[in-house]
C-alpha cells in the first residue's frame, strides 16, 4: 500500500469511526427524506454503496489515467460529476427493470443520487488521502456500507417513532435531527478503535 494503510482498516473505519454520512454530514438530505419506511431505505442503501464502490473504482482511474497524465486535474469535479451520473442512470434502469416498486417508492431520490454529495465527496477523499486503487474500492465499499447502516438504522428508530407520542414542536424534522444526532454520537463511540484522516 502506498501510504500504508491496509484496505480492511481502511473498510472498517469508512463503515464506523469515519462514517461519511455521519461524521463528515455528507448526503443527510436523501438519509432525512428517505429513512421514513425500512424497507426503501434498505433499497436506497443497497443503490448507494453499490454507486459509491463502483464510482470510486471508475472515478479513480479517470483521475489517475486520463486526468493527471493529460494535465487536466482542474477537471476532476466535472468528469466526477458526469461518471456519477453515467453510473447513476445505469443503476436506475436496473431498479427500474427489477423492482417497480422500489422504483416507485424511491421516487424523485434515485436519479437524486447522482448529486448525492457523500458520493462526491468519497471520491474527491479517496484523491486527497492518495489511495491506491484497491484502497479506493474498500473506501468507496464502507462509505457505501456505512451510509446504508445509517440510513436503514434512522429509518428502524422512525417507524417505532410514530407509535410514540412526541411533543408537537419536536414532531418531524426536529426529532429526526435529535436522532441523527445521538446515532452520530455512538458511531463515535468506535472512534479509539480505527481513525483514518
Known amino acids: 500500500m502506498s501510504n500504508g494503510i491496509t484496505f480492511y482498516a481502511i473498510f472498517f473505519a469508512a463503515i464506523f469511526t469515519n462514517n461519511i454520512l455521519l461524521t463528515n454530514y455528507l448526503g443527510m438530505c436523501s438519509f432525512l427524506a428517505v429513512s421514513r419506511e425500512v424497507k426503501t431505505s434498505q433499497g436506497l442503501g443497497m443503490a448507494v454503496a453499490i454507486v459509491m464502490a463502483a464510482t ?20 476532476r469535479f466535472i468528469v466526477f460529476i458526469v461518471i456519477i451520473a453515467a453510473f447513476v442512470q445505469l443503476i436506475e434502469m436496473i431498479i427500474e427493470r427489477v423492482s417497480d416498486s422500489l422504483y416507485a417508492s424511491l421516487g424523485i431520490f434515485l436519479p437524486l443520487i447522482t448529486v448525492n454529495c457523500a458520493i462526491l465527496g468519497v471520491c474527491l477523499f479517496m484523491v486527497i488521502r492518495e489511495y491506491t486503487l484497491l484502497q479506493a474500492f474498500f473506501y468507496g465499499l464502507g462509505s457505501g456500507i456505512g451510509w446504508a447502516l445509517a440510513i436503514i438504522a434512522m429509518a428502524g428508530i422512525r417507524q417505532k417513532m410514530a407509535k410514540a407520542r412526541v411533543p408537537k414542536g419536536l414532531a418531524g424534522a426536529g426529532i429526526t435531527l435529535i436522532i441523527a ?17
Open 56 to 75: 470510486s473504482v471508475l472515478n479513480w482511474l479517470a483521475y489517475r489515467y486520463i486526468l493527471v497524465p493529460l494535465d487536466l486535474v482542474y477537471l
Open 181 to 197: 444526532g445521538i446515532m452520530a454520537l455512538a458511531f463515535m463511540g468506535f472512534s479509539g478503535m480505527i481513525q483514518i484522516t
